[in-house]
Structures are given as structure tokens and as C-alpha cells.
């Protein structure tokens, strides 16, 4: 079922009474959500992400704008009346209870026609866990639980119901760095099997590339841009967004258009034909460096990190704007370490231009 | 490791010490004075041993009716205390204006003297030559007959009894019950309320259970606290507990003491000994109780 947000906004009291006014959590969120997609929705801290999720999943009432899931409007419907599961951010499994109490418990508030018998329930419960692969983890509690067990239980206990939606608050957060990576393909999986349409909510824009099919990155409340991860990473409308996805992330200078020329310092690195003159932010990405003799671009050379497939040259210039500059170069490619300088050649599509005041993207 | 057990018992010495003198050396010397027979503090002597003091405190009517008052008031006050102080605590903290100002009135009795209550109390319910108290004012207002609660019938000073002690618990109670359901983590509820839990079930299946920890402690403190029951009867009856028939076990030792009839160590001693025994067991069956019913931490 696709899930519309049509210019949802919520703003909340500002908790420090003195400073008056209103924090705007969420401003004017307008988006699709298609039908069996995955949506990874990104930010920083504070951005807003949680307090989207939560007004899909109706804790949360919106200040403005509707909410409709298909062709309803559920913008005034309670949680429950929504078909919603929720995978919150701390998992919130409740611990007195085991593995399988946990997740018949969604099962168990369903009144009139829907009431099921014991054995339906531990037959959906069963269903779920083994979804999930936990069916022999039944009988502990949480706390006998490793983090991705854990996790893995609330996401059973989300969809035991068979939601419409399901919404996951940052939930691999609390996971060490393999089981994040185990965890997401898992998520992934299946989302995939069930088809069940999907708002994964994470700061972290690896995660969210790696396992979307549309991202939203978010920043103060305010959507950014919209797309395929794949899109989004090329083709960013502003740094903000180009600094956010990408590891190692992008590089960036001071450069300056003359004459449909880039310059960064005195070396005329691209030509840049649909540019206007002026001084303008240089986002460069790591892959889109090649190494040259001739190259336009001089760096002073600080080291090489060798990684079996690829190499990350790490170098320096004045007009970067961040101390190293990190380039990633196919192992092919021999660096004399103990060169004093490298020169690059750039490639045009992996070169940003972006307006120096509003950080609007320069095309050209 | 042995230096360093040393070191332990080292540190622990004071404490040892400063218990031993002035709690385990005591227990057993009322453990001891209970088996003999008239002893007498004066000349340190005594007639025999045996269980004699022991028959002799399990017939006297006196003790008794201490042990069925104090059963009653621990029966009554025990479960009600605990029940209207979580009614008040869930009350508390589903509201938000003016939360504090209910906080600090419901604490207010904790941090007043017990006389003093006891004094509200007399203004509430002794019948004097010019008032009959202000909660026979009201039920005159209501049609019935006036009770002499302070030294009327036995129901009467029962209720009154019990009535102040849970007035006295309460605030502790209350103050430990909100604090508790302050901390159960919000996630909780927005999870069952996404999955349509009904406010009753949120209670029984998920706030009762995090709070059950809380709730245990204060049964069980709450029992051995009324179990000790003695200044809050004087307060609202005076000295003479038994003239009032509303002596408790411990009014009873200090009566066998010092009272007007005392100067019988032995017999308070046997006393003192079987309230450590019944106290000893119902907290062993509380405990073993919360452990069954609590095995979240
Ligand atoms: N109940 C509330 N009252 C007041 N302000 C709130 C409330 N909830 C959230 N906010 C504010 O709204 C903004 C967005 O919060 P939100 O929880 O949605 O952030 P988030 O993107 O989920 O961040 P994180 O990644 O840290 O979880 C923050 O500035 C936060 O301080
Ligand atoms: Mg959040």
C-alpha cells in the first residue's frame, strides 16, 4: 500500500519556556511513498526523522497537512486503526516477558471477528519468529538476547500482525559494526519476501544507500531531496547533501569560474562551459580523481593507504577545505610514494559546483 | 588476595564492632533472658529456665488482644496503604498541571510529626463535653447516630487506628510509586498503544509488572513496619493501651518493661521473641512470593 504525506508539518513548544516561540520539527513534508518500497529516510541528529515516523504511525498528531494511506485519509485515525508495526529505536521489547509473549502480545488486543484462538496466535507468532530466524530463541527473555537477536524480536513482534506499514527507528543504531551490516541485508530480505511497504529511519548514509530503493535526506525539518540512492549520490541539488552521503566523503575547495573555466588556486582543473562566473564551493568525490602526469590538478602527496582492490591517496592543497584530501584510485595505478607532489585529472561528472551563499548546486 | 581479604576485614571492623555491641549481643541476650524464669535485672538473678515465659505470654488475654489488633492492623492497613498510594501515583502522574503541588500536598503527612497528626486527628474524631469531632459532625449531617471513635466501641478505634496509620504510610508509598512509574520508559506505551493495547491491559500486562519490583518492597516493608505498630496507637489513645483494648505487640513489651504493671524483662523478652518470629515468617513468604512473581530486575 503506498502512503502519501501531503505538506505534513509539526511544530512543538519550545521546551525552554524563555525563549518562546515554537521548534518546527517537521516543515511542510510532501512525498509518495510507492507501493512495497523500501524508504530510508536520512538526516542528522534532531532533523526531524523520528517525529515523521511517528505522526505515519499516528503517535504523533501533525500540526498541518494530511496523512492518507492508499487512497484513505488516517491523518485523525489512532495508532491501532492504522496497520501499522513499529520497530522503535531502543526496540522497547517488554522484558518481563519471553520471546514469544512479546510477539503474540499484538495479537493478543485483537477484540470481536478478529480474536484468535491460542494456537493461531502461536502459529503466527511462530510464523514471524522464523521469519526472522529466532523460532529456537522462543522461551528466553530479552535480556538473554544479544543486540541483534533483540532486534530481531521486535521486528517479528512488528509484523506478526501483518502490518501495511512498517516503520523502523534507527533500529540497527545500537549494533556493533558486523551485525549492522548482517542486520540490514536481513531487513532488507525481508522486506523483499513480504513486500511490505517500508520507512527505515537511520542517520547513517551508508546504511540507507545500501538497502533503499528511494532515500529522503532530511535536514531542520525540511526534506532536500528525494530519489534513488544511486541518483542522489551523483547528482546532489545542494552541499549539504553532497556532503552527507558518501564515505570517504566528498572533497571539498574553493574554486573560482572564469570564462567558463574551473580554477582551484591558479590551476584550471575543468571546463565548465554552463557556469557563471564567480567564486564557487568544488565538491570533488574520491573516485572522480585520476592519476596523471600531466594533470591539471597539483596536490602535495601525504601518504598512500593501500586496500587490495583500490588505493586512497591522501593529499593535501591550500585551497581544500578540509585539512587531507582523500582520492580513491584503482590498485592498477602505481603511486611513486615518495614523490613530493601528484597531479590529478578530474572527471567532469564527478565534479560538483555549488553556489558559494546558498549552497545551491551550479550545473553545467 | 589473602592481604587483600585482610584489608576487607579490616575495614569492616567498625561496623562489625558497632553491630555486635549494640544489635547482636542484645538479640541474644533477650533470646536467652526469654528461656528464664523471673529474672530480675537488679540482682541479675533467676529462678530456672524453660519455656515457661513463653506459656505464660501465649495465655495472658492482654497479649492476645495486642497480637489480634496488631494482625488486624496489618491486614487492613497493609493492602489498602499500597492499593490507594499505586491509585494516587497512576492518578499523579497521568496528569500534568499542577503535578507538584499535588506531589508536595500527598507528602506533606511524611514530614509531619506524628503527635501532631495524632492532634488533627483528635480534632477529627474525640468526643469532648462541647464537640462530638467534626466526623461526627458530618454524620450527624447525614442522618446517623454519633460514635465515640476514641473510646467507644472496639470497630470504632480499630477504624480510626487504621485509618491513621495509612494516613502516616501513604506519602512514602506515593512518593516511591510515581517516582517508579516516572521511570518506566515511554517506548513502552507508544509500543503498546501502535499495537492497540486497551488502557486496562497497559496497566496489568505492562506498568504493573516494571513496577512489580517497587510494589514488593513496599509490601514487605509495609508488614514489618506494621507488624512494629506502637507510637501511632499511643498517639491517638494514650498510655494505657490495654485499659483502651487497643494495645499492639510491642506495646506489650514496653508494657512488660516499664509500664505501670512492668519490671517483667522475662515475659517482654518471650514477647519480643515471638513478634521476630511471625515478622522472621511472613517476610520469608513475601520474599519468596516477589521472587516468583518478579523475575524481571
Ligand atoms: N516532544 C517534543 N517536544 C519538543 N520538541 C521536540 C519533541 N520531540 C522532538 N522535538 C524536537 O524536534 C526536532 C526533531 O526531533 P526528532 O526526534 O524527530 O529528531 P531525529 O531526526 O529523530 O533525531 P535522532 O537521529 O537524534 O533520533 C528536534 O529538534 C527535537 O528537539
Ligand atoms: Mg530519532
Same mark, same amino acid.
Given at each position: 500500500m503506498k502512503v502519501v504525506l501531503q505538506n505534513l508539518t509539526k511544530k512543538f513548544p519550545n521546551r525552554n519556556k524563555k525563549a518562546g516561540g515554537e521548534v518546527v520539527a517537521v516543515n511542510d513534508?510532501?512525498?509518495?511513498?510507492?507501493?512495497? +518500497? &523500501?524508504?530510508?529516510?536520512?538526516?542528522?541528529?534532531?532533523?526531524?526523522?523520528?517525529?515523521? @515516523?511517528?505522526? %505515519?504511525?499516528? /503517535?504523533?498528531?501533525?500540526?498541518?497537512?494530511?496523512?492518507?494511506?492508499?487512497?484513505?485519509?488516517?491523518?485523525?485515525l489512532p495508532p491501532e486503526n492504522r496497520g501499522v508495526g513499529v520497530v522503535f529505536q531502543n526496540y522497547a521489547l517488554y522484558p518481563h516477558l519471553t520471546v514469544r509473549q512479546n510477539i503474540t502480545f499484538p495479537l493478543?488486543?485483537?477484540?470481536?471477528?478478529? +480474536? &484468535?484462538?491460542?494456537?493461531?496466535?502461536?502459529?503466527?507468532?511462530?510464523?514471524?519468529?522464523? @521469519?526472522?530466524? %529466532?523460532?529456537? /530463541?522462543?522461551d528466553?527473555?530479552?535480556?538473554?538476547?544479544s543486540g541483534g537477536q533483540q532486534q530481531r524480536v521486535a521486528i517479528a513482534r512488528a509484523m506478526v500482525k501483518m502490518p501495511k506499514v512498517l516503520l523502523l527507528d534507527e533500529p540497527l543504531s545500537n549494533l556493533d559494526a558486523r551485525l549492522r551490516l548482517q542486520t540490514r541485508e536481513e531487513i532488507r530480505r525481508i522486506q523483499r519476501e513480504t513486500g511490505i511497504t517500508t520507512v527505515f529511519?537511520?542517520?547513517?548514509?551508508?546504511?540507507?544507500?545500501?538497502?533503499?530503493?528511494?532515500?529522503v535526506v532530511m535536514k531542520d525539518g525540511e526534506v532536500q531531496q528525494i530519489g534513488k540512492p544511486q541518483d542522489v549520490y551523483d547528482d546532489p541539488v545542494n552541499l549539504f547533501v553532497a556532503k552527507f552521503l558518501g564515505t570517504p566523503p566528498v572533497n571539498l575547495f574553493d574554486g573560482e569560474v572564469k570564462a567558463g573555466t574551473l580554477y582551484i588556486?591558479?590551476?584550471?582543473?575543468?571546463?565548465?562551459?554552463?557556469a557563471a562566473d564567480g567564486a564557487v564551493d568544488v565538491g570533488i568525490r574520491?573516485?572522480?580523481?585520476?592519476?596523471?602526469?600531466?594533470?591539471?590538478?597539483?596536490?602535495?602527496?601525504?601518504?598512500?593507504?593501500?586496500?587490495?582492490?583500490?588505493?586512497?591517496?591522501?593529499?593535501?592543497?591550500?585551497?581544500?577545505?578540509?585539512?587531507?584530501?582523500?582520492?580513491?584510485?584503482?590498485?592498477?595505478?602505481?603511486?611513486?610514494?615518495?614523490?613530493?607532489?601528484?597531479?590529478?585529472?578530474?572527471k567532469p561528472n564527478k565534479v560538483l559546483l555549488f553556489q558559494k551563499e546558498t549552497g545551491e548546486r551550479i550545473y553545467f | 588476595m589473602e592481604k587483600n581479604k585482610l584489608k576487607g576485614w579490616l575495614y569492616l571492623l567498625p561496623a562489625i564492632l558497632f553491630l555486635g555491641c549494640f544489635m547482636v549481643y542484645p538479640l541474644i541476650d533477650v533470646f536467652v533472658y526469654s528461656f528464664e524464669e523471673s529474672y530480675n535485672f537488679a540482682s541479675q538473678t533467676y529462678q530456672g529456665t524453660g519455656g515457661f515465659n513463653f506459656a505464660y505470654v501465649l495465655h495472658d488475654t492482654y497479649f492476645l488482644q495486642a497480637?489480634?489488633?496488631?494482625?488486624?492492623?496489618?491486614?487492613?492497613?497493609?493492602?489498602?496503604?499500597?492499593?490507594?498510594?499505586?491509585?494516587?501515583?497512576?492518578?499523579?502522574?497521568?496528569?500534568?498541571?499542577l503535578r507538584r503541588l499535588f506531589q508536595t500536598v500527598y507528602f506533606l503527612p511524611y514530614v509531619t510529626n506524628t503527635l501532631a497528626v495524632g492532634l488533627v486527628f483528635m480534632i477529627l474524631f474525640k468526643k469532648t463535653e462541647y464537640t462530638d469531632g467534626l466526623v461526627n459532625l458530618l454524620i450527624h449531617w447525614f442522618g446517623g447516630e454519633s460514635v465515640d471513635f476514641i473510646s467507644g466501641p472496639y470497630w470504632a478505634k480499630m477504624f480510626v487506628m487504621c485509618f491513621y496509620i495509612i494516613w502516616v504510610v501513604m506519602p512514602f508509598k506515593i512518593l516511591l510509586l510515581t517516582s517508579a512509574l516516572l521511570s518506566v520508559d515511554q517506548s513502552y506505551y507508544n509500543a503498546a498503544k501502535v499495537d492497540g493495547t486497551s488502557?486496562?491491559?497497559?496497566?496489568?500486562?505492562?506498568?504493573?509488572?516494571?513496577?512489580?519490583?517497587?510494589?514488593?518492597?513496599?509490601?514487605?516493608t509495609g508488614f514489618i513496619g506494621a507488624f512494629k505498630e506502637y507510637s501511632d496507637a499511643v498517639a491517638l489513645f494514650g498510655t494505657n493501651l490495654n485499659a483502651a483494648g487497643m494495645n499492639t505487640i510491642v506495646g506489650y513489651v514496653y508494657d512488660m518493661l516499664y509500664g505501670d504493671s512492668g519490671g517483667y524483662p522475662s515475659y517482654a523478652s518471650a514477647a519480643a521473641i515471638i513478634l521476630f518470629v511471625i515478622v522472621l515468617t511472613i517476610t520469608c513468604i513475601n520474599l519468596l512470593i516477589s521472587s516468583k512473581h518478579t523475575t524481571y530486575n
Open positions: 513534508f510532501s512525498f509518495e511513498i510507492p507501493d512495497g +518500497k &523500501l524508504v530510508g529516510l536520512l538526516g542528522p541528529s534532531g532533523c526531524g526523522k523520528s517525529t515523521t @515516523l511517528f505522526m %505515519i504511525c499516528g /503517535l504523533q498528531k501533525p500540526t498541518s497537512g494530511k496523512i492518507f494511506f492508499g487512497e484513505d485519509d488516517v491523518t485523525d493478543e488486543n485483537l477484540k470481536g471477528e478478529d +480474536k &484468535l484462538t491460542k494456537q493461531e496466535m502461536q502459529d503466527k507468532a511462530y510464523e514471524a519468529a522464523k @521469519l526472522v530466524q %529466532i523460532e529456537e /530463541l522462543m528466553r527473555k530479552p535480556n538473554e538476547l529511519v537511520t542517520h547513517d548514509q551508508e546504511e540507507a544507500m545500501s538497502i533503499s530503493d528511494v532515500i588556486g591558479d590551476d584550471a582543473v575543468l571546463s565548465v562551459p554552463g574520491p573516485e572522480g580523481f585520476l592519476l596523471k602526469e600531466d594533470g591539471a590538478l597539483c596536490c602535495a602527496l601525504t601518504g598512500v593507504e593501500v586496500m587490495g582492490r583500490d588505493i586512497s591517496v591522501v593529499s593535501t592543497n591550500p585551497h581544500a577545505q578540509s585539512k587531507a584530501i582523500r582520492s580513491i584510485i584503482n590498485a592498477e595505478n602505481k603511486v611513486d610514494t615518495d614523490a613530493k607532489d601528484v597531479r590529478f585529472a578530474l | 497480637v489480634k489488633n496488631t494482625f488486624l492492623m496489618v491486614i487492613i492497613t497493609v493492602p489498602l496503604s499500597t492499593g490507594i498510594a499505586l491509585l494516587i501515583s497512576v492518578g499523579l502522574s497521568s496528569i500534568k498541571p488502557g486496562a491491559r497497559i496497566f496489568r500486562k505492562i506498568t504493573l509488572p516494571m513496577i512489580s519490583p517497587t510494589i514488593f518492597y513496599l509490601v514487605i
